[in-house]
Every structure is written in structure tokens, then in C-alpha cells.
């Protein structure tokens, strides 16, 4: 993952990072895990897919159109598919970053 952010960096193409920074419960990946997303919407690497990195994918591409920081908290504690038992059931907190 560290060689394809310095790729991000030294081919200059717009791109965020994020990063899971806390995690508390059950969460589809630990803190440390990261992602990055383009400007298009690709994707390299995961933080634990489904609607919590869908959340987070929106995020980023904010990020990337306004060059700020932010941290996001995804909450995996209820919903449709947490009272299905297709979600993990924790939260996780996200600091995404551009990667200009």
C-alpha cells in the first residue's frame, strides 16, 4: 500500500486516502487498514466493503474536490442489514485524506 500512495503522489493524479483509525465492537478490518480512491471512483486496497465503505468512498471523493481532511465515523450498529445479521455490528472511525 505505501508504494501505490507514493505512486498517487509522484504521478500527481487525484486520489484520497482513507484510514480506519479506531474501531470499537466488531468491524470487517482493524485500525491501521487503509484505502485509496480516485477521483473516478476506483479503488485500491479496502476497509471492509458494503454501505460503511460506500459512506466513506463519498467522503473522500468530497475530499478530493475540496483538498480537506475529514474524519468519518461509520457506524455499524443498526440498520437493515445489521437486524439481518449482514453487518459486523461495530463502529469505526476514518480519517480520509487527499492525496494531491
Keep these: 500500500m505505501i508504494t501505490m500512495i507514493h505512486t498517487f503522489l509522484q504521478i500527481k493524479k487525484p486520489a484520497a486516502l482513507a484510514t480506519i483509525v479506531s474501531t470499537k465492537g466488531s468491524t470487517p ?3 491501521g487498514s487503509k484505502m485509496i480512491i480516485t477521483s473516478t471512483g476506483a479503488l485500491i486496497g479496502t476497509i471492509g466493503g458494503g454501505c460503511g465503505e460506500g459512506e466513506v468512498i463519498d467522503k473522500a471523493l468530497e475530499v478530493i474536490k475540496t483538498g480537506q481532511p475529514v474524519t468519518h465515523k461509520v457506524d455499524l450498529t ?3 442489514l445489521y437486524e ?3 453487518i459486523c455490528g461495530g463502529i469505526m472511525t476514518v480519517f480520509i485524506e487527499p492525496l494531491l
Design 29 to 31: 478490518r482493524k485500525k
Design 78 to 80: 443498526s440498520g437493515l
Design 84 to 86: 439481518d445479521g449482514g
